[in-house]
């Protein structure tokens, strides 16, 4: 984890960079159009009596909002974004998710509604090395009507290659199409994953640590292009962190879990060292 310290001061709010590159954009406007698009109440995941993974959770995001899910390991973090989308059975509580609401558990009918309007993003990117940057985006299309056309592009529709390429190009990698993925940086493989995502046109982005194995400059480039390519399509996007700068800088909002529970969650920009502290201290 990155300390906190280099990022706030004692007594003084974070600053984003993002809201710095963002100044020019009113945030009314932003706020019009940010809707709930997920809602929890009370929600429990418990495996037994004696190991309570998430105890009580309550919490919305708008459409638009970038979200930053911070916590230590075993907070809860990769559980909760498990429950969210219907991968988890809960033990208790409601959850609403892109016009889908479930409690226990979500059907198979509902868990196909929530994923084909979500996109993923994981900290080993999952990229298939063999194969061309733009064969690993259109795997993007898999699990749609007729996606086994898209194990290869050379296969695929043409929309969905020129769908793949604009990704490749909203993420600055149309000259990278025709490499393969093991030829790729870090940051380059993560970058595709990132287009990969984009290319279903998602209404929410759920990241986990998609910064966490990049050089600290690659990571800096492939968080800012993320957030900058939700922001400019109005994707709801959540990402966990154990980097404090990212979860900080990138969101509009931090929330943090402790002890399966939320300790605090407020606008990036009012969030202070010592809230930081109090979430990892034991």
């Known amino acids: 984890m990155t300390s906190p310290d280099p990022v706030l001061s004692d007594n003084t709010p974070s600053k984003s960079i993002s809201s710095e590159l963002m100044s020019d954009v009113p945030l009314s406007d932003n706020s019009k159009v940010m809707a709930p698009i997920l809602r929890v109440q009370n929600l429990k995941k418990s495996y037994d009596k004696e190991n309570v993974i998430l105890n009580g959770i309550s919490l919305h995001i708008r459409e638009g909002e970038t979200v930053a899910l911070i916590g230590s390991n075993g907070a809860g973090k990769s559980t909760l974004l498990k429950c969210l989308v219907g991968l988890h059975e ?36 999952g990229l298939v090395k063999r194969l061309s940057a733009h064969t690993n985006v259109v795997h993007g299309f898999l699990g749609q009507k007729g996606s086994w056309r898209a194990f290869n592009q050379a296969f695929a529709p043409q929309d969905w290659r020129e769908k793949a390429m604009h990704a490749l190009e909203a993420v600055k990698l149309s000259d990278k199409a025709k ?76 929330i943090a879990l402790k002890s399966g529970k939320i300790h605090f969650d407020k606008p990036s920009g009012e969030v202070s060292k010592a809230d930081l502290h109090g979430v990892f201290d034991q």
Not at 103 to 111: E, H, I, L, V, Y
Not at 185 to 195: E, K, L, M, N, T
Not at 211 to 216: E, Q, R
């Open 179 to 254: 490499d393969r993925a093991d030829s790729l940086s870090g940051g380059q493989a993560q970058r595709v994953a990132i287009a990969r995502a984009l290319v279903r046109e998602p209404r929410l982005l759920i990241a986990d640590e998609p910064a966490a194995s990049l050089d600290p400059a690659s990571g800096h480039t492939v968080m800012q292009q993320f957030v900058d390519l939700a922001r400019e399509n109005n994707i709801t996007l959540i990402f966990t962190s154990h980097d404090m700068e990212h979860a900080v800088s990138y969101s509009d909002r931090v």
């Open 90 to 125: 809960n033990t208790d509580g409601d959850v609403e998710v892109l016009g889908t609401r479930f409690k226990r558990t979500a059907t198979r009918q509902q868990r196909h509604n929530i994923r084909k309007q979500i996109g993923f993003v994981f900290q080993n990117h």
